[in-house]
């Protein structure tokens, strides 16, 4: 098959990039054809080996950018045949495509972020954009099949946009179970916590989140001197505006505690420096983070969010908790006081991780391209 895969961005660095990435060279690897059509790509030899299409979005606010890419992709696209064109949310069409979330669900739960983040939630410029190729993709069925990302997403698409059932099959986002993996993190952990100036016998909190004050950043710093253990830190990744953060642990105290690493293109490397990934999030898709975790060996210390429920057995790799610094702490307490069970749950988390490995998901979206293909023909 010959497959095209369009999505704004195409690397390692972000989620949907990230998976965008490694679908299209799982399905390269089974012996398809894949082309990507992104505005920019991190992907080094995309471009050599001709499998990049740029689809030239100017540098300019990223409401533009959304829409821009929205208006010129789908022209490209028809320029060349394929026997799949899989969108990923921001075209409103595509044969196949992947729902990475429901963004009417997602501001509304952004609606619950505290007062104090109220201009957060606030319908931008760029949610109207994603809004309107949401109605327009999903309420006038501009799809052959979707793909969800959790069974959260499908109900989701169904509540808000009458999608039905038949036309949705759920496939969970994939993970590298060679590059995230406990003996990297046993391989790594001192060099990597030296660079961070991180001592080598704390304990480790980790967020990786592009979006702080959703993930629960805040929840977690109020929960840092909440904890009877001494003194834990809090290792964040991923592209956000640290400066209230950094404040807020300033007047929580635990500022010396606190590490932020921005957007980081190799992120294995940093659930290498970990012992525990924590995440209590307003609303998720189906974390990436979260299972990249599980992978790494990383007890998960999460809401039962989309994706949290799908992945997430309590007390078995990880807790659920209510999203209050005060619940988030006593989870934190079991597991540092523990060494036992935080040796279990962390067996655990990678055993829970592995029915997600990319090749059984890449051959569960190329059984979608068959049914697809063998209606159209």
């Given amino acids: 098959m010959k497959i095209a895969y369009a999505h704004l961005e195409f690397g390692h660095s972000k989620g949907i990039p990230r998976y965008v990435a490694q679908l299209a060279e ?5 012996g398809h054809e894949s082309h990507i059509f992104a505005a920019q790509t991190s992907v ?23 829409a821009t890419f929205a208006l010129l992709a789908p022209h490209m696209l028809q320029k060349e045949e394929f026997d799949v064109i899989h969108t990923n949310g921001d075209l409103s069409s595509g044969s196949i495509v992947t729902a990475h979330s429901c963004h009417k669900a997602g501001l509304i739960c952004r609606s619950q972020l505290p007062a104090a983040y ?3 939630c606030n319908l931008g410029i760029a949610d109207a954009i994603r809004l309107r190729i949401e109605s327009l993709l999903y309420g006038r069925r501009q799809y052959s099949h979707v793909i969800a990302v959790s069974e959260g997403v499908k109900r989701e698409l169904h509540e808000f946009y009458g999608v039905p059932s038949g036309d949705c099959t759920v496939i969970p986002n994939g993970v590298d179970l060679n590059l995230f993996n406990p003996a990297r993190r046993a391989a790594e ?3 990597l916590r030296e660079n961070l100036l991180i001592p080598a016998d704390a304990f480790v909190i980790l967020l990786t989140a592009n979006e702080y004050e959703r993930k629960g950043l805040s929840v977690l710093i109020d929960a840092l001197p909440l904890t009877r253990s001494d003194h834990p830190w809090l290792l964040v990744a991923g592209g956000d505006d640290p400066a209230p953060y950094r404040e807020r642990a300033r007047r929580m105290r635990v500022e010396n505690r606190l590490r932020f690493v921005g957007s980081v293109e190799n992120i294995a490397s940093v659930y290498a420096c970990a012992d525990v990934f924590a995440m209590p999030s307003y609303y998720e898709a189906f974390s990436l983070a979260t299972l990249e975790a599980a992978a790494a060996g990383l007890p998960l210390i999460v809401t039962r969010v989309n994706g949290t429920e799908d992945l997430v057995v309590d007390r078995w790799n990880g807790f659920f908790v209510e999203r209050s610094p005060e619940c988030v702490a006593e989870a934190l307490d079991r597991v540092i006081e523990d060494p036992s069970l935080l040796s279990a749950l962390s067996r655990q988390a990678r055993d829970s991780a592995l029915p997600y490995a990319w090749p059984s998901i890449v051959q569960r979206t190329l059984a979608v391209y068959d049914e697809y293909c063998g209606a159209t023909r």
């Fill in 189 to 191: 952990r001192r060099r």
């Fill in 26 to 30: 799982g399905v390269r690897l089974f």
């Fill in 118 to 120: 109220s201009h957060r």
């Fill in 44 to 66: 080094e030899g995309a471009i050599d080996r001709g499998l990049f299409h740029r689809v030239p979005v100017p540098r300019c606010p990223n409401s533009a950018r959304i």
